[in-house]
């Protein structure tokens, strides 16, 4: 009796390891009926701490239970009795007590690269990934679709050669399967693109229908199925198919979808891409779309459409079905944020902001009902809630937690706000106000009023002279921006958004490649990508795309070319230079004619402008000036020649009589018209470092920009010197307006200082006037002096 008792209780634990070590290790030499009483006692005290877990838990914790299961992908079965997790070797199904029913490895093939499980409950669909290598050098993939039954048994499966992902989704009803599948495609020698293809069978396995539905370099396809159908999204390609294999509509987004989900009737599609969420209905008219600022990578909809939950870098935002947000988390850090949303609008926030990955529940109204931290999870790549919002499951490759959902709560509390950018008014002079970004910043833009153009990460910000915040506006990540009088011009990888000053979106343009630097020309946008040049209007039509040949890429290159794109003080011609280790150029006026092109053998870094000069900055340390006009070199001058630091920054004059230089080394150049170097700051080497600097519109005036923030005169005086701490690299440091009233500067990464000038340069021609002054008396002094001497001498001599 008890040896049946012993062996039902065995079997019947969920814990591989503990009963391991029970039998093992625990027992010694005992024999006969006391190790059989011995072990029947143990697992009743093992098998009754489980099932307190279950169903005792601790009333002040949200946590179930955690178990040391594989699961890089998470779901609840439809009924929500049943978890399934899996990872790239193993698949697991438990009941919600944490029973393991069913445990899968994947021995005989490589990994298992997606499972789904039947809405009946009774089918597991797992996609094996098989890679074999070939005599030639190469792999051969494929993978095995396999039907398994609860108990593990393999009912039917197909193999799909050549193939390298697959998605497999079942029909609400459960009759239907569909796969989308990720072939190997070919061009020339070398395999790179990947044919998507959909298949339809019914629950035995039995084909229906195949339809190859893209042809690209695409990732990993999504797929859903829903009562009106499969919505499939790969590469930038959003589809939505009919059960007939009919395409109902088609999208390309700007950049790759990341994330898609669907509700449960197919009536609202919603899809992630950059820092964009998308919406769509049915028919795939967009509803609504909204752009965070962020990378994002996660997006989910509830069943019944009502919600739709976005996380990425930065944190996490909640809609309605409308398009109006409920609320936003916001941690701001660079790292994922994984999230999942219920019928009745509980969501599941992941927060990986700081050491310890955390659970966060919040309800429709933005109030926080629990934060719970997950020790042992170190990440969390993966999470799924029931629908009531009962219960949620978090797991990653470390293991796997089950938490209670909106039926516990801690101390409700709304969410706190993170403002995205405020202003602190400081008003003593010089300083009048510190502009605080919770994104980092790239550069910043004086326009001729004072009004400041902030570019960080993912927003611009427009503020005032007096230091309000006119606007923010979230684009996204890498951005870019330019301002003119009346315009802004903003980038963001392939689109070219054209603003009023007031922030209003005047038109938006996706172009064929990522926008590399921007510049207006003649009342006309510039937006330069890798090889190509478009002159875009006012109204957003394209006028021009001039192609432009650029460098080979060298074998053993290391990082991203170097592109830049500049116009002369009239805005007649844009000069652009494309950089690896050697580099072109292209003058180009606004018609699209290119007017002028030179290959040179090292990087052009930096380039400026006159009304009839070009000044490049290059690679090799030397400074170049061209008579763009008349097509000549005017003069070379290599800086330093037995260090030859790359030259950074050069920025001319109007009339080209001044040119101020930056080396890579942190040395500021005054240089002449004719290539004379005039004077350098700082004196010694590696004292201070200056990596930006500029002219004052008059050229009296030099203010540069790396260690400290400098003001000198044209002679190489310092006139007023500040630190800074910014920490990395930016496009713009500082910016002036053209008659120096004013001056903005990265402080720190997220800091913007704002200087009124006026009074700093009164004083410093105050003090010039006193030095005047005193040059009369000195003057009279030192003749007083040599008379005395004089006779003293002649009184000594006799």
Not at 155 to 163: H, M, Q, R
Not at 213 to 222: D, F, G, K, R, S
Not at 258 to 264: F, P, T
Request: one cysteine or more; charged letters at 20%; a neutral charge.
């Amino acid at each position: 009796m008890l040896e049946m008792l012993a062996k039902i209780l065995y079997f019947a634990l969920p814990y591989e390891g503990t009963k391991q070590l029970i039998l093992l290790r625990g027992l010694g030499p005992m024999e006969g009926k006391r190790k059989i009483f011995t072990i029947t006692l143990i697992l009743l005290m093992v098998y009754a701490s489980n099932i307190g877990l279950v169903f005792a838990p601790n009333s002040n914790e949200p946590v179930l239970w955690f178990k040391n299961v594989k699961s890089e992908h998470v779901r609840f079965s439809s009924s929500g009795n049943f978890i399934l997790a899996w990872s790239m070797k193993s698949l697991t199904l438990l009941k919600i007590r944490g029973d393991v029913v069913l445990s899968i490895e994947a021995e005989n093939y490589s990994s298992i690269s997606y499972a789904t499980i039947s809405p009946k409950e009774d089918i597991i669909i797992v996609c094996y990934m098989a890679v074999e290598p070939l005599e030639s050098g190469e792999e051969a993939t494929s993978i095995m679709v396999a039907a398994h039954n609860i108990s593990g048994e393999i009912l039917w499966s197909v193999i799909e050669e050549n193939a390298l992902f697959c998605k497999a989704e079942f029909s609400p009803n459960g009759k239907y399967l569909a796969l989308a599948i990720a072939h190997k495609g070919e061009s020339g020698s070398e395999f790179f693109e990947k044919n998507i293809v959909l298949e339809l069978l019914t629950v035995k396995g039995d084909v229906l229908w195949k339809k190859e539905i893209c042809n690209e370099t695409v990732a990993e396809p999504l797929l859903h199925f829903t009562d009106k159908g499969l919505v499939v999204a790969a590469g930038r390609n959003l589809f939505s198919i009919s059960r007939n294999g009919e395409v109902l509509f088609a999208k390309k987004l700007s950049s790759e979808i990341r994330d898609m989900d669907v509700s449960a009737d197919g009536s609202l599609v919603a899809a992630v891409e950059h820092n964009m969420l998308h919406v769509y209905d049915s028919h795939g008219v967009e509803l609504w779309n909204v752009s965070t600022g962020a990378l994002l990578f996660y997006v989910d909809v509830s069943d019944n459409g009502e919600y739709v939950v976005i996380g990425g870098w930065k944190g996490a935002w909640c809609y309605d079905s409308n398009g109006n947000k409920l609320w936003s988390y916001v941690h701001g850090k660079d790292c994922i944020t994984p999230v999942t949303v219920s019928n009745n609008g509980y969501a599941v926030v992941v927060d990986h902001s700081e050491l310890t990955v955390k659970a966060v529940l919040i309800n429709q109204e933005g109030k926080v009902f629990w934060t719970r931290e997950l020790p042992k999870l170190g990440v969390c790549s993966s999470l799924d809630i029931t629908e009531d919002a009962s219960l949620t499951v978090l797991g990653s490759d470390y293991g796997l937690y089950l938490l209670k959902g909106r039926e516990y709560r801690s101390t409700v509390a709304p969410l706190s706000e993170i403002r995205i950018a405020e202003v602190t008014i400081i008003n003593k002079p010089p300083l009048l106000w510190i502009l605080h970004c919770n994104d980092s910043l790239r550069s910043v833009q004086l326009l001729k009023d004072g009004s400041l153009l902030a570019v960080t990460e993912g927003w611009i910000h427009y503020i005032t002279s007096n230091g309000t915040i006119a606007w923010s506006k979230p684009v996204g990540p890498p951005l870019k921006a330019l301002a003119t009088e009346n315009y802004i011009i903003v980038a963001s990888l392939r689109k070219v958004i054209l603003l009023s000053r007031r922030g209003e979106e005047l038109w938006l343009r996706n172009i064929d490649d990522n926008v590399e630097a921007l510049a207006f020309l003649n009342n006309k946008v510039v937006a330069v990508t890798w090889g190509n040049v478009y002159l875009i209007s006012l109204k957003g039509k394209i006028e021009a795309n001039v192609e432009v040949t650029t460098p080979e890429e060298p074998k053993l290159h290391i990082g991203s070319p170097w592109v830049i794109a500049k116009t002369d003080p009239s805005e007649n011609v844009v000069a652009v230079a494309y950089s690896y280790t050697s580099s072109v150029l292209a003058l180009i006026n606004s018609k699209g004619e290119t007017l002028w092109f030179i290959n040179l053998n090292t990087p052009i870094m930096a380039l400026s402008l006159t009304r009839t000069k070009l000044i490049l900055g290059l690679g090799n340390g030397t400074v170049l000036a061209i008579d763009f006009k008349e097509k000549r070199i005017l003069w070379r001058k290599t800086l330093i020649p037995n260090r030859k630091a790359p030259i950074i920054n050069v920025v001319a004059s109007e009339n080209g009589e001044y040119i101020v230089v930056n080396s890579k080394d942190g040395i500021m150049y005054m240089l002449s018209g004719s290539g004379k170097i005039l004077w350098t700051y700082p004196k010694e080497y590696g004292k201070e470092q200056y990596t930006y600097s500029t002219l004052s519109r008059d050229s009296t005036y030099v203010i540069g920009y790396g260690s400290h923030v400098i003001l000198l005169d044209r002679n190489g005086k310092v006139l007023w010197k500040r630190k800074v701490f910014a920490e990395a690299a930016r496009e713009n440091y500082l910016s002036i307006t053209p008659d120096l009233t004013y001056l903005a500067v990265i402080y720190s990464g997220n800091d913007v200082q704002y200087f009124k000038m006026e009074e700093v340069l009164q004083q410093t021609m105050l003090h010039e006037v006193k030095e005047l002054s005193l040059i009369p008396y000195s003057i009279l002094l030192v003749a007083i002096l040599i008379v005395a001497f004089i006779i003293i001498l002649k009184r000594v001599m006799r």
